[in-house]
């Protein structure tokens, strides 16, 4: 850091200058006190002495001395102003704005002050007073860079986003490696609220050009690299990104925006590298491992986050974020009741918080006893904290026959539980009737089942890089009649761009599907009979929209392996296997599995996830097993694989054991399809009827248990009757090809009524006003 001592009244001396510059400002007490023992209390000298003390920690010392100078010399300007700096760094704004105006006062051009009493002033939300004051500082002081940027600042905050743009363009051209500027010209650029709806394109195509003229500046190259994220165009951005880091490969800020935009992709193991080596060269950072950690979740090493933010809230203390990812990493190696506990700690800390809300309904539905008024009660208190900004009339026609269009909106339209649950519906609709907009996030749009959805859109549009308003703008130009969010409260999730309505009709429908989602904004819920029963709708804050078979309809992989015959048969034992998430296994679920492995002495038991992978967290499930009383060698556990290599190993199970209370959901469809019947014991939410669904649709609603007893009897009972399990499994591929589960046209035209039906309420609704 460098020190500006200002030049005193001639014949003054400034011993210990060089040290103040130098940022050494215990090593130059010493000269400076020396001097003036024996030079006597020089106003400059003091001065110094008191810059050297403020910046050494003894800022009442130092304040007393600016003090004492700027009543020996009045009409001098410099220790005001370093008064003020004194009392700002410290949070005394109050006082540091009087001695701001007071500098001001004694020479009304000094544009330090007018800068920093700008910023004063932007603080207290009185951006039009600081804009005066830096519009006369950067006709004072048109070289400074410092007044151009809190100009930008200040003509932004009073809503004039393409003159904010002007001035931080401004600042960058007078310092084109200041990282800051080019940011704040980045968010500008793609302001909502621009009347100039291509400034986004326009800004990107000048940083286009002075990247070329200037190709070894990495700061251009970061500031065109996150325009374009926020324009959408990722991949994109991601190369200007690694073009910048190459420049700089020793830079902490072109290596952290880079693993934030891989990591918001589907890139998330080069986002792993790159945030490891970011926490690496910046340990002392609490957001750099927190980032780090939310990676290593999506790459389902569950434990190793766990540890990391651990160790981070053992160092600073609590923390919301921290506390959140925490949650969310607790639940997912099995500990549901402490995670939910996290949850709450960090409402505690920020109540208002989204996160903190969202990370507890993210963790109720696997807790053991969360009923359904709760989990309501709980999605009903993130959404209220959700921000919503007045926005301007729907312009769609309420026409109730006229065809419609369908927007999705999520961050997995590709092989993932979303995909392939939804995609053959969305296939199968009308298209005469219905025209779909896909706004993706995390896009993949090569992959296989993306291609399938590409390929009925009439509009594929990658909605990454755009904020909530931005978002909504969007949806609306797009016309969308209907929206339907697959993401919930999840990691792409966007229900604050849903709380400010997208379209005249908006649909909750799989992805993060728990529960309700509790928003207001959010009008039907897409459910079915077995889902929601009579007598549910008051655990739901939507209106409840059941087709007529099952909620979704499953595409089955076209890689998957042939059937297995029963392996009890071979083996002379029965094997029971559960391939969910860890999440879901609850200590009652792991009690129950052990009764049915005592009531049955020879079965066997398959553990398969992708947290099973870690060598302390299946040690861990197995010690839990061993108290008991069921021997390691029953149970085995099994990491992750190829999705292939995982729909294979159904061939090693006879029956699955579903868990309770978050249900399988894709699993359970997977299993059917390799032949495997799944016990289950549905409960209130519904998370927790997904399996219930899924095996009454596809014929076999005597797999649904009642009660824990009856799910128990049940598994000894069917592992006593081989015959009829292997009859069911040499047969239950076809029975589910052929069943509403898997029929894709019967679903599509269930789906289009029931669209059709939500439409023709909202028309209703409109006309009746």
């Known amino acids: 850091m460098t020190v500006d001592v200002r030049p005193p009244p001639p014949g003054f001396g400034l011993p210990g200058v060089d040290l103040l510059a130098a940022g050494r400002f215990k090593e130059a007490l010493a000269p400076l006190r020396l001097a003036l023992s024996v030079g006597g209390a020089a106003p400059a000298t003091l001065l110094n002495l008191a810059i050297a003390e403020d ?52 020479n009304p051009g000094r544009p330090e002050a007018l800068i920093a009493l700008s910023g004063l002033l932007l603080m207290r939300s009185q951006p ?126 072109p290596l952290r925006l880079l693993g934030g935009v891989l990591a918001r992709s589907t890139r998330v193991r080069q986002a792993e590298q790159v945030l490891r080596r970011v926490s690496a060269l910046d340990p002392g950072n609490p957001q750099v491992h927190n980032d780090h950690s939310a990676v290593l979740m999506r790459l389902h090493r569950h434990a190793e986050a766990r540890a990391i933010l651990l160790d981070v809230l053992d160092k ?113 609709l009308d298209p005469d009737q219905f025209s779909v907009v896909c706004l993706v996030q995390n896009a993949a749009p ?84 077995w889902e929601t029963p009579d007598g549910f709708e008051p655990l739901y804050s939507e209106k409840l929209l059941r087709l007529s078979d099952g909620y979704v309809c ?31 296994i609850t200590p009652r679920v792991i009690e129950t599995w052990a009764e049915i492995l005592r009531r049955i002495p020879n079965a066997r038991l398959i553990l398969k996830t992708h947290q099973l992978s870690d060598g302390a967290t299946a040690d861990g499930f197995l010690a839990d097993f061993a108290a008991l009383g069921i021997a390691g060698d029953r149970v085995e556990l099994r990491g992750s694989s190829g999705h292939r290599a995982f729909m294979g190993q159904y061939g090693d199970v006879d ?15 997977e299993a059917l399809w390799m032949g495997v019947p799944t016990i289950t014991l549905p409960g209130e939410i519904f998370a927790s009827r997904h399996s219930a669904s899924h095996m009454s649709n ?36 076809e029975q589910v090809r052929r069943s509403p589960l898997c029929d894709a046209r019967r679903f599509g035209r269930s789906l289009g009524a029931a669209l059709r039906h939500a439409w023709r309420a909202w028309c209703e609704q409109d006309r009746n006003g």
């Open 316 to 428: 600073i203390g609590p923390h919301t974020a921290i506390l959140c990812n925490l949650a969310n990493a607790t639940a997912c190696i099995g500990l549901q009741d402490d995670a939910v506990d996290i949850a709450r700690r960090a409402i505690s800390l920020d109540p208002n918080a989204v996160l903190a809300r969202r990370a507890l309904c993210n963790t109720l539905p696997y807790r053991d006893g969360t009923t359904g008024a709760e989990l309501l009660s709980a999605m009903r208190d993130c959404s209220a904290v959700l921000a919503r900004t007045p926005q301007p009339p729907l312009q769609n026609s309420p026409e109730p026959d006229r065809p419609l269009v369908v927007g999705l909106l999520s961050g997995t339209l590709r092989s993932h539980p979303v995909g392939w649950l939804t995609v053959a519906g969305i296939e199968t």
């Open 446 to 529: 090569e992959e296989p089942i993306a291609r399938r959805y590409r390929a009925v859109a009439r509009d594929w549009i990658e909605v990454d890089g755009l904020n909530d308003a931005a978002l909504t703008s969007l949806a609306r130009e797009q016309g969308i009649d209907i929206l339907i969010d697959l993401g919930g409260y999840g990691d792409a999730a966007r229900m604050a761009a849903c709380a400010n309505r997208l379209a005249p009709v908006q649909i909750k429908w799989v992805g993060m599907q728990a529960h309700s989602s509790g928003l207001t904004e959010m009008d039907w819920f897409i459910t079915d009979r």
């Open 698 to 733: 596809a014929g076999l609603p005597d797999w649904v248990a009642g009660s824990v007893q009856e799910y128990i009897d049940m598994a000894v009972a069917r592992a006593a009757d081989l015959a009829t399990l292997a009859t069911l499994r040499a047969g239950l591929r």
């Open 655 to 669: 029956m699955v054991l579903d868990p309770f209370p978050y249900s399988g959901g894709l699993t359970t469809c």
């Open 128 to 253: 039009e007073a600081a804009r005066d004051l830096l519009l006369q500082c950067c006709g004072i002081a048109p070289d400074n860079a410092d007044a151009w940027n809190t100009l930008g600042l200040a003509l932004r905050a009073t809503d004039a986003p393409g003159l904010a743009l002007s001035a931080f363009v401004a600042a960058q051209r007078l310092r084109p490696d200041c990282l800051d500027y080019v940011l704040n010209g980045v968010e500008t650029a793609v302001d909502p609220q621009s009347v100039d709806l291509h400034q986004g394109d326009s800004e990107l195509a000048r940083l286009t050009v002075a990247c070329e003229q200037n190709p070894l500046n990495p700061v251009l190259q970061l500031g065109r690299g996150m325009l374009l994220e926020r324009l959408g165009r990722r991949t994109e951005a991601i190369d200007a990104l690694e073009v910048a880091t190459g420049l700089a490969p020793d830079e902490l800020a």
């Open 55 to 106: 910046r050494a920690g003894d800022r009442d010392c130092a304040r007393r001395i600016y003090r004492h100078v700027a009543a020996e010399l009045p009409d001098w300007d410099e220790p005001v102003l370093r008064l003020a700096e004194s009392l700002r760094a410290t949070g005394e704004h109050a006082t540091a704005e009087q001695a701001y105006r007071q500098v001001l006062e004694l």
């Open 554 to 584: 499953y595409s089955p992989p076209p890689h998957a392996p042939d059937l297995a015959e029963l392996p009890a048969l071979a083996n002379g034992f029965v094997t029971f296997g559960c391939f969910n998430n860890l999440a879901k």
